[in-house]
């Protein structure tokens, strides 16, 4: 039986440390009792226990709450017009805009694992992967949201599509508000199929575990019939592999055409061919705090911390370093473009953003996303929730203000003294914010509770006892002649 | 109704599925599946919780189409904003932006390059759906009470009665030899 052989470490205590990567032996990725039915049983129980931890339940009713109040914001700036939004001239793109880049950056680190990491080879990809897709696609149902409800009149939404109309009226389609809007589309369906695909698998345990009919119909319909087959299991992993190429491109792609938005325009301070990389990498970096920040708590809460182990956080931490790392040398960069490039206006951009009306913010950026990651060079402060968790959330705040800085110190600054204005949010601003985050985090709890979190075929496949070797010529091969 | 007594009452007598293997360790069903190919069986199976690597080797699968299907619905999708784009802004409404031509391409490609993606994952799926011949909610394996744990630590070969080389007890004799833990016979 599988039990055979574990990968069980001999004096093994509960707080095993195993971050340590010697070159020649690897760590385990899988601590515990790493048996085939032990990883199912230790993923599905947090699914199929009758009650979730308390814990889950305080989260979910604050979560809902928050979307409760997001569904009345929404419906009173539609019945009200934009104008109870703090968003005026000249800077009309207030906090949709930054709320839509901040929400679209979160989505990326998902993709990332699941695809770039994949395509590596990674194999402690397999204990996040799938609960990282799942931030991916909520995010960007969060940052879908703001887009839609930023055009004012959302009955109208249609005509960015290219839709045979009375008017004989089609899209610009050399404007980057359009390729933001196929790219975010493109965005969305990819990440959804790449996530069920993925799941589908875990569905079947889920479906073949059931205890009660609805679950059985429910799981047995979203499994789609899986049966294991090795058919099956050639045609899914190519699948799985096409779809990471396609995917590898498409993280690459979604922030730099969001970028496009800002780099097309012609205003200093946003007309800069550095845009699509620094917004990738942003995005990126953002997606990875996200992932770590929600981590945390996940293998406490569900009593994970066999499959997502402290060298799952060792290196979701050292991502982050580096993002953090590159981040920084791009802010670097932009200032000394603008003082290299001898511009004033460009020049007047980039002093604005540390000296001008909103001086706080822009050193809070530097302070966040550049040197709160730097203590993630130390093992300790990887490993170690109190250190890691608060340094992982600062990276958010850091990159929603940048976020902020980057849309509205350029916008209330325009050309003519004469033009400028202050942006403030308004309480309608603020609230629609918090509702966004609390749509994340009540599709995110749901997830936790009805789906299967950790993508367990995948962790099995990394179990020593699942490797074997195919033997042309081997006894047992010569016992069917 | 005259002829009413002469249906007979059709009962179908279960048709048999084949045979269902179990398998304890990835190895020895690695083993058993180079060795059924070698005794010339065709239509057999392997089903497991994960995917064994060197599996579609050992079973000697050829490599599906799906690539093919991807790069169809790439170039679909590329070549849907590249014609689509001119057709709207040069033929149908034309319209100067900003100075520009009715038809330059650099300013579609990030379209094309988002909708390029878009139709090599929607074909990909689908195509692994159709290939797989899935959603198929009803199999006879899963009638056999064994075959709920294939999701779980379950490892099994499953021989169809269809094969030609198909014979009961020879078949179940090989399944044995091969190291299998437990054979049953599956009922359609």
Request: hydrophobic share 50%; glycine share 8%; charged share 15%.
């Amino acid at each position: 039986m599988a039990s055979v052989t574990t990968t069980q470490v001999p004096g093994m205590t509960g707080d095993f440390d195993n971050t340590l990567d010697d070159g020649v032996s690897q760590a385990p990725l899988v601590l515990g009792e790493a048996t085939f039915r032990e990883v199912t049983r230790k993923i599905c129980r947090v699914a199929e226990a009758p009650r979730a931890p308390m814990a889950w339940y305080v989260a979910f009713a604050i979560s809902t709450s928050l979307v409760g109040v997001l569904g009345v914001m929404i419906t009173y700036a539609i019945f009200t017009g934009v104008g109870v939004w703090g968003n005026n001239s000249p800077v009309f793109w207030g906090f949709p805009i930054i709320n839509f880049v901040f929400w679209v950056g979160l989505a990326h680190a998902g993709t990332f694992i699941s695809a770039i990491l994949l395509l590596f080879r990674q194999k402690w990809r397999t204990g996040i992967n799938r609960f990282a897709e799942a931030t991916t696609v909520f995010a960007v149902v969060c940052a879908g949201l703001f887009p839609g409800i930023h055009v004012g009149r959302p009955w109208f939404a249609y005509w960015m599509a290219p839709v045979p109309n009375v008017m004989g009226a089609w899209p610009n389609f050399y404007s980057p508000l359009l390729w933001d809007a196929i790219a975010v589309f493109t965005y969305t369906n990819v990440s959804l199929l790449f996530w069920y695909v993925g799941m589908i698998p875990d569905l079947a345990t889920f479906r073949d575990r059931s205890k009660t009919r609805l679950r059985h119909t429910v799981y047995g319909i979203l499994a789609m019939g899986w049966r294991g087959s090795a058919k099956h299991w050639q045609l899914y992993e190519r699948t799985i592999l096409i779809l990471a190429g396609l995917a590898t491109a498409l993280v690459l792609g979604v922030s730099s055409t969001v970028s496009t938005d800002f780099a097309v325009s012609q205003l200093p301070g946003w007309h800069e061919t550095i845009f699509p990389p620094y917004f990738t990498v942003g995005a990126i970096f953002s997606g990875f705090a996200l992932v770590l920040a929600l981590a945390i708590p996940a293998r406490e809460l569900f009593g994970l911390k066999d499959l997502i182990t402290k060298r799952h956080l060792d290196n979701l931490a050292k991502i982050t370093l580096v993002m953090g790392s590159i981040v920084t040398y791009i802010y670097l960069m932009e200032f000394f473009i603008a003082y290299y490039s001898g511009n004033g206006y460009e020049q007047f951009a980039y002093l604005t953003r540390i000296m001008g009306p909103y001086w706080r913010m822009g050193w809070l950026i530097l302070f966040c996303n550049c040197v709160v990651p730097q203590i993630f060079w130390f093992k300790f402060a990887r490993t170690t929730w109190w250190l890691a968790l608060p340094a992982a959330l600062l990276c958010l705040v850091g990159m929603w203000s940048e976020r902020f800085v980057i849309i509205v110190t350029v916008l209330n600054r325009d050309f003519l003294p004469s033009a400028w204005h202050n942006y403030a949010p308004t309480w309608v601003d603020w609230l629609t914010f918090a509702g966004s985050i609390g749509l994340f985090f009540t599709l995110f709890l749901l997830f936790c509770r009805f789906l299967p979190m950790i993508a367990m075929s995948e962790v099995k496949s990394i179990l020593p006892q699942a490797q074997g070797h195919v033997h042309e010529d081997s006894p047992a091969a010569a016992a069917g002649h | 109704m005259s002829t009413a007594h002469n249906v007979e009452p059709v009962v179908k007598e279960p048709q048999k599925y084949g045979l269902l293997a179990e398998f304890h360790d990835v190895q020895t069903l690695l083993d058993a599946a180079v060795a059924l190919r070698k005794a010339g069986y065709k239509k057999w199976d392997c089903y497991t919780p994960f995917p064994v690597h060197g599996m579609d080797k050992a079973m000697g699968l050829r490599p599906s189409i799906l690539p093919w299907i991807a790069l169809a619905g790439a170039l679909g999708g590329v070549f849907t904003i590249l014609a689509l784009a001119p057709l709207c802004n040069a033929f149908l409404y034309p319209m100067i932006f900003s100075g520009k031509p009715y038809w330059g391409m650099p300013g579609h490609i990030p379209m094309a390059f988002a909708l390029g993606i878009l139709g090599g994952t929607v074909f990909v799926v689908h195509g692994l759906f159709v290939l797989a011949r899935l959603p198929q909610f009803y199999h006879p394996l899963f009638t056999a009470e064994r075959f709920r744990r294939v999701t779980d630590d379950g490892m099994f070969i499953a021989v169809e009665a269809t094969d030609p080389s198909y014979s009961p007890s020879a078949t179940s004799q090989l399944l044995t030899k091969l190291g299998a833990a437990a054979v049953e016979e599956i009922r359609d």
